[in-house]
T-cell receptor, first 114, second 116 residues
Framework: AQSVAQPEDQVNVAEGNPLTVKCTYS??????LFWYVQYPNRGLQFLLK??????LVKGSYGFEAEFNKSQTSFHLKKPSALVSDSALYFC????????????FGAGTTVTVRA | DGGITQSPKYLFRKEGQNVTLSCEQN?????MYWYRQDPGQGLRLIYY???????QKGDIAEGYSVSREKKESFPLTVTSAQKNPTAFYLC???????????????FGSGTQLSVL
């Protein structure tokens, strides 16, 4: 079985401050990890992924995430948040196999205030 | 432009009625997926298909049916057996690679289904 936990329903930060969205995962085997963002009434957009290699992954819009195997975490970060980063963020995981099924977390709503 | 088109944007279902949500992609992707999104619950997988004429149940397939007669199309039918169909439905597709180096999902803009 595979699962993802996003422990915070909401994250509020001031523009210009660092932004962190937390994600922990549980899988049997080595994980593929993803972050997606959803703007209001829209589909999800891919931000970044970790497959293998460097634990620090850089993605779209200045976001990055760090894979920590010992803590089974994949937290999303941005050094300086923008108001336009306000959205719903989803972490997702699957194992390395021929099964392409992703498991998503419940999502974290990020609000960046001006 | 390449992408995924879902229609309609809004759909209303009457008691006992089956309704079908359309999903078309022109990305030449082999795999297609249907997810259901409820507030506070994230996305839950309903069905997925990795090849034409084949599909697998996801975590919440009861009350739903799909078909995959063409690579480009993966319609979802919400049957009368689905007692709580009100949700936002998202279709997605992905390229299938053996090495797993390009597995990001591309999503449509969604269909909001409500019960009258």
């Amino acid at each position: 079985a595979q699962s993802v936990a996003q422990p915070e329903d909401q994250v509020n930060v001031a523009e210009g401050n660092p932004l962190t969205v937390k994600c922990t995962y549980s899988v049997s085997g080595n994980p593929y990890l993803f972050w997606y963002v959803q703007y209001p009434n829209r589909g999800l957009q891919f931000l970044l992924k970790y497959i293998t290699g460097d634990n620090l992954v850089k993605g779209s819009y200045g976001f990055e995430a760090e894979f920590n195997k010992s803590q089974t975490s994949f937290h999303l970060k941005k050094p300086s948040a923008l108001v336009s980063d306000s959205a719903l963020y989803f972490c997702a995981v699957r194992v390395r196999s021929n099964d392409y099924k992703l498991s998503f977390g419940a999502g974290t709503t990020v609000t960046v205030r001006a | 432009d390449g992408g995924i088109t879902q229609s309609p944007k809004y759909l209303f279902r009457k008691e006992g009625q089956n309704v079908t949500l359309s999903c078309e992609q022109n990305l030449n992707h082999d795999a297609m997926y249907w997810y259901r999104q409820d507030p506070g619950q994230g996305l839950r997988l309903i069905y997925y298909s990795q090849i034409v004429n084949d599909f697998q149940k996801g975590d919440i397939a009861e009350g739903y049916s799909v078909s995959r007669e063409k690579k480009e199309s993966f319609p979802l039918t919400v049957t009368s057996a689905q007692k709580n169909p009100t949700a936002f439905y998202l279709c997605a597709s992905s390229k299938m690679t053996g090495g797993g180096t390009n597995e990001k999902l591309f999503f449509g803009s969604g269909t909001q289904l409500s019960v009258l």
